[in-house]
């Protein structure tokens, strides 16, 4: 039974998966800093310093009025709908940033497809020699000699 699972872990996909969590974890932490610490400063002073993130409806009369929001879920229920909206945004800010990343990787993997397929055109030489070879296939000598 070692032996299988040491079989199954070391196979390529199983590494290979593992090393794209890995990356896409650091990915993550990179985007979540782009658009905690960049984007959404400039989308708060766009809108005048207003923080989503506590706006709420309070549910019960025990929830004080002006608390932070979580505060106030601390003391009863509400409806945080300004939590919603900063998570709401973050999200499309994040989809966005992967959209450009992927579309980028995308347009340099199609240009180095578009390298390769690209045919290379035969030297001088392989290219007479390929004459002969045609000519000898065919059972017929050639006329007169090829230029150079």
Same mark, same amino acid.
């Given at each position: 039974? +070692? ?32 658009? @905690? ?6 989308? @708060? ?8 993130? #506590? ?12 608390? =932070? ?18 998570? =709401?945004? #973050?999200? +499309? ?6 959209? +450009?990343?992927?579309?980028?990787? #995308?347009?340099l ?5 578009e ?14 020699l390929?004459?002969i ?13 090829p230029?150079?």
């Amino acid at each position: 039974m +070692l032996e299988e699972f040491k079989k199954f872990a070391l196979r390529g996909n199983v590494v290979d998966l593992a090393v794209g969590v890995i990356i896409g974890a650091a990915f993550g932490q990179i985007v979540t800093s782009l658009v @905690g610490d960049i984007f959404m400063p400039i989308i @708060g002073a766009v809108t005048g310093g207003l923080d989503f993130s #506590n706006y709420y409806i309070p549910l019960s009369s025990t929830v004080q009025e002006g608390l =932070a929001y979580a505060d106030a879920k601390k003391q009863g229920a509400v409806i945080g709908y300004g939590n919603f909206i900063t998570i =709401a945004i #973050n999200f +499309l800010i994040v989809a966005f940033v992967l959209f +450009l990343a992927i579309r980028s990787m #995308n347009k340099l993997k199609k240009q180095e497809e578009e390298k390769v397929a690209e045919p290379k055109e035969a030297p001088e030489d392989v290219k007479l020699l390929g004459e002969i070879r045609d000519l000898l296939a065919s059972g017929r000598a050639p006329t007169s000699a090829p230029p150079r």
